[in-house]
T-cell receptor, first 113, second 109 residues
Framework: SQTIHQWPATLVQPVGSPLSLECTVE??????LYWYRQAAGRGLQLLFY??????ISSEVPQNLSASRPQDRQFILSSKKLLLSDSGFYLC????????????FGDGTRLSIL | GIQVEQSPPDLILQEGANSTLRCNFS?????LQWFHQNPWGQLINLFY???GTKQNGRLSATTVATERYSLLYISSSQTTDSGVYFC???????????FGTGTRLKVLA
């Protein structure tokens, strides 16, 4: 069966520090991969999605970037964190074939001080 | 882009009551999912339902794609049903999902 792993579960970082969040999927090949952010009490905002290695689509201009160095690995990064980057970050995957459901990881709670 | 609205935004129920949550979307979609976000933030898949009706225990869902809405029914609600319910739609011709605004449900014992 397929599983998705995100780490760390929580993270506290100072303003101006770099960020790297990792997401990996097991048990499937060529998944579509997604990064979302959820502000406190709000809905989910799609940040990036990827349909293949090295292919990244950005949905919202911001201080973040994403990379997909391997088929089942998706990384969210920042060179310098802002206070507004605080939030709950969720990774998801769906099968590569058309119109498949998404499956989510447990998320990372990021606090910027 | 496609707009997804959910209603009601907030709902308080007594244990045992039934409820209907609605998701309206502004354009044709390829996918539609209902999720329950529990108090720990985990998103639990409830239904993948681009059209038709599905049931799973006390929960059921109906999507009428031609009229651009989906309904989630919760019967005999329990305190463990509390949390936020989201619908998410996949816009036609893309692999993107757009999430609705959510319905925050609180079930009182």
């Amino acid at each position: 069966s397929q599983t998705i792993h995100q780490w760390p579960a929580t993270l506290v970082q100072p303003v101006g520090s770099p960020l790297s969040l990792e997401c990996t999927v097991e048990g499937t090949s060529n998944p579509n991969l997604y990064w979302y952010r959820q502000a406190a009490g709000r809905g989910l905002q799609l940040l990036f999605y990827s349909v293949g290695i090295g292919q990244i689509s950005s949905e919202v201009p911001q201080n973040l970037s994403a990379s997909r160095p391997q088929d089942r690995q998706f990384i969210l990064s920042s060179k310098k964190l802002l206070l507004s980057d605080s939030g709950f970050y969720l990774c998801a995957w769906s099968a590569m074939t058309d119109y498949q459901p998404q499956h989510f990881g447990d998320g990372t709670r990021l606090s910027i001080l | 882009g496609i707009q997804v609205e959910q209603s009601p935004p907030d709902l308080i129920l007594q244990e045992g009551a039934n409820s209907t949550l609605r998701c309206n979307f502004s354009d044709s979609v390829n996918n539609l999912q209902w999720f329950h976000q529990n108090p720990w933030g985990q998103l639990i898949n409830l239904f993948y339902i681009p059209s038709g009706t599905k049931q799973n225990g006390r929960l059921s869902a109906t999507t009428v794609a031609t009229e651009r809405y989906s309904l989630l029914y919760i019967s005999s609600s329990q305190t463990t049903d509390s949390g936020v319910y989201f619908c998410a739609v996949g816009a036609s011709g893309t692999y993107k999902y757009i999430f609705g605004t959510g319905t925050r449900l609180k079930v009182l014992a």
